[in-house]
């Protein structure tokens, strides 16, 4: 997924015929069929493929493609979309009927928002936005209910979204190379992260990390208490960083 890629806009587009595109279409082991039009250096989804869509894996990485169309929600059986490493800005609303989808990988784009429609997908496990220029995630997003981990690194965030918090089943939050901006103390200036930052269960983590960093939670939260005496202690949440130092809240 090289960003030099992006400089290459003057290659021409080439043609995908039916037939081309059947000779693409595998059979996985567990019998899925995949069609893989990846490294065709198309610039448009081919119209033709809307006759195979009964295929259960669409992949059209690593192409030039700028729209997806409408008619991608003819691929209702599919439950891996793989579309980065393209030029896509936007996508359209009709991405929100693909009710079957598991994961959608979106990075290495041109994304500077997301359709609300995207909240549709209600057993997406697998969301991937890294390397796009997004600021903020739809707060329709909160009704991913089955999402279990989601990529958002190398954008524009400056926070954590908030729609995240709701999902209950989310394991595990990609936010590398963000200019993510926290305070220290009301009287200092704001200072930018440059750190890693992972949010992940209690479950997930050891029994040595989760010691520590219940450890570095009571401390901060003993500091907090001496400089304001009368605020209310609040229990250990369910989530933390995958560090040691004191968790980030959401």
């Known amino acids: 997924m090289a ?41 448009a989804v081919p119209k033709c493929i809307q006759k195979l869509c009964e295929i259960n894996e669409l992949d059209l990485s690593r192409n030039l ?13 599919v439950t891996v ?25 979106l990075c290495n784009n041109r994304l500077t928002s997301l359709p609300c429609e995207l909240g549709l997908l209600k057993h997406l496990q697998t969301l991937k ?12 997003m909160a009704g991913l209910k089955e999402l279990r981990h989601i990529g958002l ?11 995240l918090k ?42 040595g990390c989760l010691d520590r960093c219940q450890t570095e939670r009571r401390k901060l939260e003993d500091e907090e208490t001496r400089r304001e005496p009368g605020l209310l202690q609040i229990s250990h949440p369910a989530e933390f960083t995958s560090k040691s130092h004191p968790r980030k809240e959401i």
């Not at 493609?65 to 059986?77: G, Q």
């Open 129 to 140: 936005l890294g390397l796009n220029q997004l600021e903020a995630l739809p707060s329709s």
């Open 166 to 207: 709701r999902l209950n089943k989310l394991e595990s939050i990609n936010l590398d190379r963000n200019p993510l901006v926290t305070e220290e103390a009301p009287s200092r200036e704001s200072l930018t992260v440059t750190e890693t930052l992972y949010l992940v269960k209690e479950s997930a983590l050891c029994e």
């Open 65 to 77: 493609i700028r729209k997806v169309p409408d008619f991608i929600d003819h691929f209702t059986a």
């Open 81 to 105: 979309l793989d579309l980065h490493s393209n030029y896509l800005e936007q996508l359209p609303e009709t991405i929100g009927r693909l009710q079957n989808l598991l994961i959608l990988n």
């Open 153 to 163: 690194s190398d954008n524009r965030f400056t926070r954590v979204p908030g729609c």
């Open 3 to 43: 960003k030099g890629k992006k400089n290459k806009q003057t290659t021409k587009s080439k043609t995908i015929t039916l037939k081309m595109a059947q000779s693409c279409v595998t059979l996985t082991l567990d019998g899925k069929r995949c069609l893989d039009l990846s490294f065709k250096e198309i610039s």
